[in-house]
């Protein structure tokens, strides 16, 4: 049994009529439009719904945590998406990259960890996997904890070709729950 088995939703895909799916626009993200009908809990169908979707993807996340020392290690890097809605869009993050067709979320998530920090990954354990922004994106982020030797990591790091400047900090894991606000969504979530 998935642990969505016994959620109490009422309906499922077959309830969905889907119209039309048009891709408006692909370049490093993409901007789908759906025209859709569902039904209602009249037991109707609605009239016909049009929505867009942005399409990134789904994410491979990763909290290197060190349990010899308790800490964990972030990266730190630009967001432009943050620079109207924080105080610097520089942002602590843990380290993530997007899944490829193929691609498992954990063989990610040990690519991302060496790219961005320079890190070796250990045993790796799920923590929770959630769809980030349901309402307009179809990205779901999975994110994992491993086991990492955090006194390897250190620098300036990232993959000059997708212009990443990235700096590795490492900190108490207590360190890390105060910073709470000043971090990404998975972070928090982790």
């Known amino acids: 049994m998935r642990k969505s088995d016994n959620l109490p939703v009422t309906f499922t895909k077959s309830d969905v009529e889907i119209i039309a799916r048009e891709t408006r626009y692909r370049g490093f993200f993409s901007l789908d439009v759906y025209r859709f009908r569902h039904r209602l809990f009249n037991g109707e169908m609605s009239g016909e719904v049009k929505r867009e979707i942005f399409e990134r993807g789904h994410a491979a996340v990763l909290l290197p945590f ?54 070796t990954v250990g045993r790796t354990r799920p923590v929770i996997s959630y769809l980030a922004s349901p309402g307009g994106t179809s990205e779901r982020a999975s994110i994992l904890v491993g086991e990492v030797d955090a ?40």
């Open 66 to 119: 060190d349990p010899e020392r308790d800490e964990v290690v972030l990266v730190e890097q630009i967001r432009i998406a943050a620079y109207d809605t924080s105080v610097t869009p520089w942002l602590l993050e843990m380290v993530a990259g997007m899944i490829e067709e193929g691609e498992t979320i954990e063989a990610v998530a040990r690519r991302e960890a060496m790219e961005e920090a320079g890190l």
């Open 151 to 190: 006194t390897t990591a250190a620098g300036i790091h990232g993959l000059a070709d997708e212009n990443e400047d990235i700096r590795v900090h490492v900190v108490s894991r207590e360190q890390a729950y105060q910073w709470g606000e000043a971090v990404s969504d998975s972070h928090l979530r982790a």
